[in-house]
Every structure is written in structure tokens, then in C-alpha cells.
């Protein structure tokens, strides 16, 4: 009989994040994946008896640019590590004069402006179209806002992430326009990480940390470096304080079985059985295997 529990949670973002004192049982270990190499090895812990998996998403030491990030892999690494609900962690800049830095914002819509990167687990001989719709897990960020408010931390339920190819900043006549698109932060890393999290039927949310306000701000050439930095530190405590605290919730969530991003592809996959490539139904058995390993 199928025991209804939340799982294993994953937080992918930066090294900082990881340093949860009382993270215990830690342990680094690879984890293959048929997509290629992911950005390092996976951190194995408890917190308070909960499993969780921790993955440096450009690497230990930040060695790995947006664009050369091997997404598929990262997902389909938590995939196989036994993850479903992932925490995404990452530093932005604002497009709002009322998200200044030190704001968390949890994600609930993202405007792809990204080209260099696979976006999908899925192709030739093995086509599947998921809805992105809501490209978040609703019940993730309910949890992640509550644990916030109950720390006191600067935090916006709810707002647009535009994601940006990169590595170079915005210019000031692209801020401009991501702000009459009604953007809220800017980014470069959440996608195509949302839409391989969707399709591994992964839960999804995005813990947006704002840094500093992007070039349309007048201020924005005043900035230095060493605010920035003090910025980021205090975010890394922030975002350490908000994983232990949201983990309880996470553990003791009796719907978090139900919850709709675990069949993503009930109704996605389009290519008929016979038409299939064997060799890619074979790379997507972590992802897909749910479906795939229960058809004739």
C-alpha cells in the first residue's frame, strides 16, 4: 500500500545557503544523469528528521556562467536523487522602486527571454507539451510565504520574473521596457530550470532575493560593490533562516501528494508507442518513468 508523504526537498541555489548548522548527515555525492554532467555533486542531509538534497546551481565556488549550465541534467540529478519539492534560491535585481534590496520575492510568473539554453527534456521521437500556465507550485509558495512572515523578513508574495540570457546586465533601454511589461525582478537563471522542473513533474518555487535595483534606477551607477556584497550576505542569512523554518511545514504537508505538478504529464505526451525512439524513452526513465515504465 502506497504511503502518502511529501518526499524529499531540494534547494537549488548558491553555496551559501547550504550552511544550515543544523543540517545533519551531510554528505556529497554524485548523482549521473543521462542528460549530461550537473553543475557539482549533490549535498545529502537531514534537517529535524527531513531528508533533503541541496544542489550548487553554478557549481561549488560559482565556476559555471548562466548560459553554460546544463539545466537538464540538474533537474533530472534531483529527479533521480528522489526530490519533489524544489526550493530555487537566487539573487535578482529589481525593476520596482518597492522591492529594494533585501526583499524576497516567491515567484509566480516568469517572462522566458532566454535562447542559448535545451529547454525541454523531450523531442524528436518522443514529443510532450506541459502546461506553464502557473509555472509555480501554488501550495510550495503558500508554505514559503508563511515561514517568512513568521521570520519577519521583507517578502512579496506573488510577481514577474523576467529572465535575461546574460552574462552582461541589461541595457538601460531593456530595463525600460521590462518595466512597461510590468516586470517585477530580473534574473538569469530560473528558466529553463521552471520548465524541466514541470516536466520531471517536480513541485516548483522560486525564492526571487533582490541585491540591488537594476539600471532604470537613478541610483543604480552609485552602487558599489561592497553594498552589494553586504546585500548578498545578508540574503544568504536570510535564505538559510527561511529553509529551516519552512522544512516543518514542507515535512507534515498530507496534500502535498495530491498536488497537480506531480502529473504534469498525465496528458502531455503526445508521440503514439510505436513511434517512439527507444534511446530517448530510455534518458527520460527518471523524468518520465512514472508513465513511461506503466505502458504496454
Not at 498525465?266 to 508521440?271: H, S
Amino acid at each position: 500500500m502506497a504511503v502518502n508523504r511529501p518526499g524529499v526537498i531540494g534547494i537549488i541555489g548558491g553555496s551559501g545557503v547550504y550552511d544550515i548548522d543544523a543540517l545533519q548527515d551531510k554528505q556529497w555525492k554524485k548523482v549521473e544523469s543521462s542528460f549530461g554532467e550537473p553543475s557539482d555533486e549533490c549535498l545529502f542531509g537531514t534537517l529535524n528528521g527531513q531528508l533533503m538534497v541541496f544542489l550548487p546551481r553554478h557549481g561549488r565556488g560559482h565556476k559555471i556562467p548562466p548560459s553554460a549550465i546544463n539545466y537538464r541534467a540538474n533537474i533530472d540529478a534531483l529527479k533521480r536523487a528522489g526530490v519533489t519539492d524544489l526550493i530555487s534560491v537566487s539573487a535578482v535585481g529589481s525593476l520596482k522602486e518597492e522591492l529594494p534590496p533585501g526583499t524576497f520575492v516567491i515567484v509566480d510568473q516568469f517572462i522566458d527571454r532566454s535562447f542559448a539554453r535545451e529547454k525541454s527534456f523531450f523531442g524528436t521521437g518522443l514529443v510532450a507539451h506541459v502546461s506553464m500556465a502557473h509555472p509555480v507550485c501554488n501550495r510550495l509558495g503558500h508554505h514559503l510565504e508563511h515561514a517568512a512572515r513568521g521570520l519577519q523578513l521583507p517578502v512579496v508574495r506573488n510577481g514577474t520574473y523576467l529572465v535575461m540570457e546574460g552574462p552582461q546586465f541589461s541595457t538601460l533601454a531593456e530595463s525600460r521596457l521590462y518595466r512597461q511589461w510590468g516586470c517585477d525582478v530580473i534574473g538569469m537563471t530560473n528558466m529553463p530550470e521552471a520548465k524541466l522542473a514541470r516536466e520531471a513533474e517536480i513541485c516548483y518555487a522560486s525564492v526571487a532575493m533582490v541585491t540591488d535595483f537594476d539600471c532604470w534606477h537613478p541610483d543604480h551607477d552609485a552602487v558599489t560593490v561592497d553594498a552589494i556584497i553586504k546585500v548578498l550576505l545578508a540574503n544568504a542569512d536570510n535564505a538559510r533562516s527561511l529553509v529551516q523554518a519552512v522544512t516543518p511545514a514542507l515535512a507534515t504537508d498530507q496534500q502535498a501528494f495530491a498536488c497537480a505538478c506531480r502529473k504534469a504529464l498525465e496528458f502531455a505526451l503526445i508521440t503514439g508507442l510505436q513511434a517512439r525512439d527507444p534511446a530517448l524513452a530510455a534518458k527520460l526513465d527518471a523524468v518520465a518513468g512514472r508513465l513511461l515504465n506503466t505502458e504496454d
